[in-house]
Nanobody, 119 residues
Framework: QVQLVESGGGLVQAGGSLRLSCAASGSIFSINAMGWYRQAPGKQRELVATITSGDSTGYADFVKDRFTISRDNAKNTVYLQMNSLKPGDTAVYYC?????????????WGQGTQVTVSS
């Protein structure tokens, strides 16, 4: 079993910054990619940023040049540095790990951390 524990959410004023962390523990095997998603009230969960095992990154258009995803392989941790935050960034943020073992693929999710940006 794999557990993902997120931290770093909170309340911040518009223009401020937050750094989210997501640490994996348990029976960790081959991690193919890590990502951050978010879900605002009444909206569907949406992709924010991804990073692959080869350190290729991808971002949603609405966070480009403001958010940065990174990883620490030794700590099995993925980070999301969020700068220039806007009220529209308010949501619950979830981390996601995509792992594989042989022909099998697994998706793991964190419990979510609330990010609230006040105007």
């Amino acid at each position: 079993q794999v557990q993902l524990v997120e931290s770093g959410g909170g309340l911040v004023q518009a223009g401020g910054s937050l750094r989210l962390s997501c640490a994996a523990s348990g029976s960790i095997f081959s991690i193919n990619a890590m990502g951050w998603y978010r879900q605002a009230p009444g909206k569907q969960r949406e992709l924010v940023a991804t990073i692959t095992s080869g350190d290729s990154t991808g971002y949603a258009d609405f966070v480009k040049d403001r958010f940065t995803i990174s990883r620490d392989n030794a700590k099995n941790t993925v980070y999301l540095q969020m700068n220039s935050l806007k009220p529209g960034d308010t949501a619950v943020y979830y981390c996601n790990y995509k792992m594989s073992r042989g022909p099998f693929r697994y998706d793991y999710w964190g419990q979510g951390t609330q990010v609230t940006v006040s105007s």
